[in-house]
């Protein structure tokens, strides 16, 4: 008799080129109206199947986890961000988790410098000129942005991805500076050129950009707090493609309402997919510029992201240990 195929919900719509392969390896139920499942539905699906492939739009808490069956053992989360999942409640709970990272770095870095470009040099604003039918020519002292070359970069959080932003920001003739939980090996901040900061207090108050590029953890929750965004230089801007909670949105809005930061890139919020009422009257002023969550969004990224997941799946089920397996220390 055929071995049944193990029961793997996948919670959105997905590539089709990895939605075939998942029907052709696992029992898969797939999602292919896309709207975000519902708690109930996210609980009976728990409850039913041996592996759950969630994005960053599920909330995966201790209490639904409460609620898992015996048979789920999985948890594989498509994405590299992990902090919409109780992953102690999860281990806890003998149920393993695994992420996708690697494969979403050069395409969050290009969108993170994007960003700083786009923030510097009024590009959102300018690109909306010619479409309004209102440009009357070219003026000397018209739509003047600030030069980045020769400036100072401040990466909070030197991963994979902060690493790659530097690379990036390097050739744009930045000076790199970077704050992290612990100092790189020598030999990359030699690549980098990078300058490292134990304070961040102290770099907050000396960069003209700063990037987050940090995970969401309890120990980064508003890690830009409203104390130290008031240690910025009035004329710095702030890029975020990491998570919106690393950031006091409410603080940053404050300030730049008042003009003591000269704007913001941010592709990510405290409060996905809400967006303050106050943040969008500053986009519509042309001070800041916002993204929906497009860091990693390219074709290329979500087939690797869903590769990333398939492989995850099928080792862990042909009982091997995945190769992305989140452990507590990392997060
Ligand atoms: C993903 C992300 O698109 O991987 C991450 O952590 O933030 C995004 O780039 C999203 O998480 C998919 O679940």
């Not at 300058?195 to 953890?217: E, G, K, Y």
């Not at 104390?227 to 998570?243: E, Y």
């Amino acid at each position: 008799m055929p071995k049944t195929k193990p029961v793997v919900v996948v919670t959105r719509k997905l590539p089709a080129a990895v939605e075939t392969r998942m029907r052709e390896l696992f029992d898969a139920r797939l999602n292919s109206t896309d709207q975000p499942m519902s708690r109930t539905e996210l609980s009976q699906a728990m409850a039913g199947a041996d592996a759950l492939v969630p994005t960053v739009t599920d909330r995966i808490d201790r209490e639904l986890i409460e609620t898992a069956g015996e048979k789920l053992k999985l948890i594989a989360n498509f994405g590299n961000g992990v902090d919409h999942i109780d992953v102690a409640a999860a281990i806890a709970r003998g149920i393993a988790v695994t992420n996708t990272p690697g494969v979403l770095t050069d395409d969050t870095a290009d969108m993170t410098m994007a960003l700083i470009l786009a923030v510097a040099r009024r590009i959102v604003a300018g690109a909306a000129v010619i479409p309004s039918g209102e440009w009357s020519g070219w003026s000397p002292t018209w739509m003047l942005g600030t030069r980045i070359t020769g400036k100072r970069l401040g990466i909070i959080g030197m991963g994979r991805i902060g690493q790659a932003l530097a690379r990036r920001a390097r050739a744009f003739g930045l000076s790199i500076h970077y704050h992290n939980r612990r100092r790189v090996a020598g030999a990359i901040e030699d690549q980098l050129e990078a300058t490292w900061w134990d304070s961040l207090d102290q770099m907050l108050a000396r960069m003209d950009i700063i990037s987050v590029n940090c995970p969401h953890t309890p120990a980064t929750y508003h890690l830009l707090s409203a104390r130290r965004l008031k240690l910025l230089k009035p004329d710095a801007i702030v890029i975020n493609t990491a998570r919106g909670e690393v950031i006091d949105e409410v603080a940053l809005t404050r300030m730049l309402e008042a003009r003591e930061l000269a704007g913001a890139g941010l592709d990510v919020f405290e409060h996905e997919p809400a967006v303050s009422n106050k943040l969008m009257r500053l986009a519509r002023e042309g001070r800041v510029t916002l993204l929906p969550h497009m860091g990693s969004a390219t074709n290329e990224g979500r087939i690797d992201m869903g590769e990333k997941v398939i492989i995850n799946l099928k080792t862990f089920m042909d009982g091997h240990s995945p190769p992305d397996r989140v452990v507590p220390e990392r997060f």
